[in-house]
């Protein structure tokens, strides 16, 4: 079998894609950059790939809300795909603006694509926040965090809108929580600038039920190269190599 | 049509609780409350309720057809742009609607309806005047304005032909200034006898074609009078760097960098715009800037960035402010906004945000570089070929920035702002986002024979200077419009911003639309290249241009200018020394507090500094991610060590006392952070960027021996100048008062390290280290400082840090001392003296720092401690280090060491003479800025 492919799946306003797909290479995978368009236009499907990624940016220009016209569009125009996809037990990850673009399609936190069960506010100081931060990793299982449980990882974050809110129905509690912004100790951190957004109970990153879909607001993939300050993003990209090398 | 309206409210809107807490915190205590109602207007054959999805979100968002805002319960002002601006997010929510299956909608808007509890009408518009909204491109909405529809609508005007023939030289004056040509009588002349010589009156399009070609702000009729480019660019020409790949020509300039690739940087003010309009005007100023580096060679992709602005003092009194100019608390808060508005969306890390002050920045500094990154063989442009398709891309045009280029070439007046407002324009980030996706797969496709962005002069210039060598024929009617009203020269000189001109080979136009479609970026066939040497252009079925590329690039005429030697009125300072511990307590926090010295991370944390992956070294660094680094580093190839270092110096107030050694200093200070750092001086290039004030006799003689010491300077020290750009109009009249920007010149450079993780940044590493200050020492001089400055005083004399050998040596032993790894930290000497990197060496490391002044006996304390002596350096050094055998050859002492507490001491022959922890110093430094922007 040839080795397997992660997509990462971009759309204009994205501008994380080409770091991403370096963090990805280091970590020992392989990718591919994939335009929103070149799915909506057929040239290729997301079942081609064993993986994907949606990094950050600002996906259509943020207008109307951050990743709402992504997620619009993957719900409204690639539905079948997207079911495939997350039927067919895919890592799927959403970095800063994809974990926007997946609570606004409804996959995240409970893979309801077109029913929306949380929002990503923006943030409580009201203004885009560029930090430096420390999260700290839960036990909930997941994919992409397998055996960083109870680390703490640095690494930029870089968002306007980041405050998770989640619906009644599903509340606080039911949602997965995987990572939460920490102090430089390892405790979770509910003030700022620690919690750079004001996210409740300094909620930074979730997974769905199964533990295969990561939505994280923070920058992995700009603490991995040798040459970022800090190289403990670079953990969350192996931990797919291996995941995909394993099934 | 008809015209539907959509009202949300967020349950959650962090943005009217700041905005809250920001108007009490400003005196408005009687505002109990605010709220902010967001109207989607809605213009189409639709049904709403398929696009709410898409306008709200059910969980936060509530929508109604109706008002949501108890109108009893506080005065309620509603913005929204003006019916000629499009909205930033009409073409999202038309795009975002088309999605949804809904092709009914064909046009749209927002408005933002603030409520304030607790206030009176007429503060509640008072307050949103002052800051919420620009009344040159947003207005107050009136409740009850009937609207027929949303589009800017309208028909054009046709043709019309003005003869200049028997126009006397006031005549031509007048006629000049009334159609805002703003040409000189010496270019009316002109183009009045060559309308006698061809024997044919020009059309409007032609004389707004050649007004706007032979202005200032497009073909530098200053700096050409005065020689200054030529002298520039032959000082760069004699030095024939090794690693320089283009200088000058082309839209930016460029150095090799490692592995085939090329870094490029330019630098460019739109201190115009951004006084009259700050937001449109300094979004629209990175926009511009970048699309520099788009168009440099065969497209470059941006890798870095700047924002530097300076205003007046942003904590003036209301009355204090200039009529006809903005509170410079707005320019400061708008830029900021604006910068994050346009950069962060462009993805594009800020690598060296800056504000600064001055009394005579009543027209603000509003400057911006763009670094780029582009392979080595299509860092050249090819010419255009007769053939070959000139193809438009981007965003549509409008009626947005008409008569930029000649505007801004002009003083600005009270009474400009009410008079130019087409020339504001607000960007979209997001249109220039996607061809800076699509440019780089163009040019490694071989698609792009030329390149050039869209700016000053819109197709008029970006066509006329592609196809100056061959000849050029537009069809205007292709080009797809945001306004049906504009006619055949609004087309030609429109600035609307995020275009681009590419000279594409006829052989691989489809490709190229094809790449365009998969990177959903608009285009138009715009005309083609000829073999007439015209600049030619039909609209409607009319020829409405038909230029001789010779008259157009070599007719205008260069008016002389008169020089004299200016007369400065300058006083000696005259400064108390602190002698108790309280007054050295005082010196301290006036520096530390000052606005050029203070923390300005309330702007830099609004701007994104990692996104791409290269970043190394951001502006800000040390242990807690927060000390100012004055340096960026970015390894633009991912997962190499290469890094590309740039550097910025600027300063207002040395420029008072001597324009010349200001200029000289500005290039010292910006190469001495950089070699510092671990860069060598001979792998470096500059770009200066002038604002001076409009050309007087004086400023005429400034200026020259300004531009004479830096080009004479770059020869001695071997590093180019690859890239620049001047702006002569500083100069703002209102009422009778003129008001003069100080001369200046900010100097930037671009370097190369072989290995990014090399670089030396300034916090301190390890207790028991000592501290050298390596350079001359001159206490006595602290003409132009900071210091000086907190005083209210300027002086009369600069440091001056000798013979050029000197400053050579200085670099050429920090360097060597570098590649030993003989130093921990360092950091180059600039305003605020050997005091400020101390506190921002221990306040990034959370180690302290004593300092003996014992040796200055003779000479003043305050002096050493808050001297700029640029060019000097502070280095820290292991204890046992032999600084004899190190620094042999050039001047050095040692000032004191590092200690474990993170504090700051004087000691001065074994007492101590003031002591503070950096923690209450950070207190002083942090508050100055937060305050004027939060």
């Known amino acids: 079998m040839s080795s397997p492919v992660t997509a990462i799946l971009y759309a204009p306003g994205t501008n994380c894609e080409e770091e991403t797909a370096a963090a990805l290479e280091l970590a020992g995978g392989k990718s591919e950059l994939v335009l929103l368009r070149d799915l909506l236009d057929g040239r290729t499907r997301l079942s081609e790939y064993q993986a994907a990624i949606i990094p950050g940016g600002f996906s259509y220009g943020d207008h109307l809300g951050a990743g709402r016209i992504f997620g619009t569009l993957l719900v409204a125009q690639l539905r079948d795909q997207l079911m495939g996809f997350l039927g067919a037990q895919k890592p799927l990850l959403g970095i800063c603006n994809g974990f926007q673009v997946l609570a606004e399609a409804g996959v995240l936190p409970h893979r309801s694509p077109g029913q929306r069960t949380m929002a990503l506010l923006e943030n409580q100081s009201a203004k885009f926040e560029d930090r430096k931060i420390h999260l700290v990793v839960s036990a909930e299982r997941s994919v992409w965090t397998q055996g960083l449980e109870g680390r703490v990882l640095s690494m930029p974050t870089a968002h306007g809108e980041g405050r998770p809110l989640f619906c009644e129905t599903s509340g606080p509690n039911s949602a997965r929580v995987v990572l939460r912004f920490a102090g430089a100790g390892g405790k979770a951190a509910a003030k700022y600038p620690d919690n750079p957004n004001g996210a409740p109970g300094g909620v930074a990153g979730i997974t769905d039920d199964t533990g295969m879909v990561l939505g994280l607001m923070p920058h992995p993939e700009r603490a991995s190269l040798p040459s970022h300050y800090s190289q403990d993003g670079l953990h969350i990209f192996k931990n797919l190599v291996r995941w995909l090398a394993q099934s | ?934």
């Not at chain 2, 601006?85 to 809904?102: N, Q």
């Not at chain 2, 032979?214 to 090794?242: F, M, N, V």
């Not at chain 2, 063989?377 to 920035?401: F, N, W």
């Not at chain 2, 008409?402 to 087409?422: D, F, P, Q």
């Open chain 2, 1 to 934: 049509m008809a015209i539907h309206s959509v009202y949300t409210l967020s349950k959650d809107d962090a943005e009217a609780r700041s905005w809250l807490a920001f108007f009490r915190r400003h005196g408005y205590s009687k505002l109990s409350n605010l709220m902010i109602e967001r109207v989607y207007w809605l213009e189409g054959d639709i049904k709403v309720d398929t696009l709410l999805p898409l306008l709200a979100n059910p969980l936060y968002q509530v929508t109604s057809p109706k008002t949501q805002l108890d109108e009893g319960s506080g005065p309620v002002v509603e913005i929204a742009y003006r019916p000629a601006v499009t909205d930033p997010e009409t073409p999202s929510i038309l795009a975002g609607a088309h999605a949804l299956g809904e092709t009914g909608l064909e046009f749209a808007r927002l408005s933002k309806r603030y409520q304030f509890v607790g206030l009176d009408e007429d503060l509640a518009r008072k307050i949103a005047a002052r800051f919420l909204y620009n009344k040159i491109v947003e207005r107050v909405r009136d409740p009850n304005e009937l609207i027929s529809t949303l589009r800017p609508s309208g028909k054009p005007d046709a043709v019309a032909t003005i003869s200049l023939a028997n126009l006397n030289d006031d005549e031509l004056t007048a006629l000049s200034r009334a159609r805002s040509w703003y040409a000189p009588l010496s270019q009316m002349r002109v183009i009045q006898a060559h309308e006698a010589t061809r024997g044919r009156a020009h059309t409007d399009a032609e004389i707004e074609i050649l007004a706007q070609t032979w202005s200032d702000h497009c073909y530098h009729t200053t700096w050409k009078s005065l020689g200054l480019l030529k002298r520039l660019t032959q000082a760069t020409e004699r030095i024939h760097h090794p690693l320089v790949v283009s200088v000058f020509k082309d839209n930016a300039g460029g150095i090799e960098f490692y592995e085939g690739w090329v870094v490029t940087i330019k630098g460019e003010t739109h201190n115009f715009p951004s006084s009259i309009a700050p937001f449109g005007g300094v979004a629209t100023k990175h926009g511009g800037v970048i699309r520099d580096t788009l168009g440099f060679g065969k497209g470059a992709y941006p890798i870095g960035g700047t924002t530097i602005m300076g205003t007046m003092d942003p904590r003036l009194a209301e009355d204090a402010v200039p009529s006809g100019a903005l509170h410079p608390q707005l320019i400061v808060t708008e830029s900021i906004r604006a910068t994050g508005y346009y950069t962060n969306p462009m993805g594009i890390p800020m690598m060296h945000p800056i504000y600064r002050i001055h009394p005579g920045y009543a027209k603000c500094l509003a400057l911006g570089h763009s670094f780029g990154l582009i392979p080595r063989k299509y860092a050249l442009k090819d010419a255009p070929e007769p053939g070959d398709v000139a193809l438009l891309i981007g965003g549509d045009t409008g009626r947005d920035g008409i008569h930029g280029a000649t505007v801004s070439s002009t003083g600005m007046t009270g009474e400009t702002l009410e008079r130019e407002s087409a020339a504001v324009q607000i960007g979209h980030p997001i249109t220039e986002r996607r061809f800076a996706s699509a440019i780089p797969v163009l040019r490694d496709a071989d698609c792009i024979r030329a390149i050039t962005d869209l700016g000053a002069g819109g197709i008029s210039c970006a066509a006329g200077e592609m196809g100056a060598e061959t000849g050029v024929a537009l069809d205007l009617d292709a080009v797809p419009l945001k306004d049906q009203s504009l006619t055949a020269w609004e087309i030609l000189l429109s600035e609307s911003q995020e275009r681009m001109l590419l000279a594409i080979p006829r052989a691989k136009l489809s490709e190229a639309q094809a790449i365009l479609t998969r990177y959903e970026v608009g285009y138009c066939t715009l005309g083609h290249f000829t073999d007439t040497g015209k600049l030619q252009a039909t609209w409607r079925g009319e020829r409405v241009v038909d230029l001789e590329m010779p008259f157009l690039w070599e007719a205008c005429p260069i008016d002389s200018i008169e020089m004299a030697e200016p007369k400065r009125r300058l006083a000696p300072l005259d400064i108390p020394e602190p002698r108790t511990e309280q007054e050295w307590g005082n010196a301290f926090h006036r520096v530390l507090s000052h606005y050029h010295c203070c923390d300005q991370l309330a702007a830099g944390s609004r701007f994104d500094t990692t996104v791409q992956g290269r970043t190394a070294v951001g502006p800000y660094g040390g242990r807690n991610h927060r000390m100012p680094t004055n340096i960026a580093v970015s390894a633009p190839l991912l997962g190499k060590p290469y890094g590309v270092i740039t550097t910025v110096a600027i300063n207002p107030f040395y420029g008072e006392i001597d324009p010349a050694r200001m200029a000289r200093l500005m290039v010292i200070e910006a190469i001495t952070k950089a070699v510092v750092a671990g860069a060598d001086y001979r792998e470096m290039a500059l770009c200066d960027n002038f604002y001076t004030p409009k050309v007087r006799p004086d400023v005429a003689w400034d200026l020259k021996q300004m531009v004479e010491a830096i080009a004479d300077f770059s020869v001695a020290i071997g590093v180019p100048f690859i890239s620049g750009k001047d702006s002569s109009s500083g100069t703002f009249e209102a009422g009778g008062r003129k008001i003069d920007v100080p001369m200046t010149l900010a100097v930037a450079t671009i370097g190369r390290v072989p290995d990014v993780r090399k670089i030396v940044t300034k916090e301190f590493k390890r207790a028991g280290n000592k501290l050298v200050l390596v350079g001359e020492m001159e206490p006595g001089t602290l003409g132009g400082s900071v210091y000086a400055d907190s005083y209210g005083q300027r002086g009369n004399r600069l440091y001056d840090p000798g013979a050029t050998k000197n400053v050579i040596g200085l670099w050429d032993v920090l360097h060597q001392l570098h590649q030993e790894g003989k130093y921990f930290s360092g950091s180059a000497i600039a305003e605020g003296g050997i005091a400020l990197r101390l506190f921002e060496a221990s306040y990034g490391s959370e180690l302290g720092a004593r300092l003996d002044c014992s040796a200055s006996n003779k000479t003043r304390a305050d002096g050493e401690l808050f001297g700029e002596f640029i060019g000097s350096v502070l280095l820290e050094i292991s204890p046992e280090a032999d600084l004899d055998r190190f620094l042999a050859r050039v001047p050095h002492r040692i000032v004191g060491d590092v200690i474990v507490e993170p504090s700051l001491t004087i000691i001065e022959d074994g007492k101590t003479v003031w002591s503070d922890s950096t923690s209450k110093l950070a207190e002083s430094w942090s508050k100055t800025f937060r305050e004027v922007v939060e």
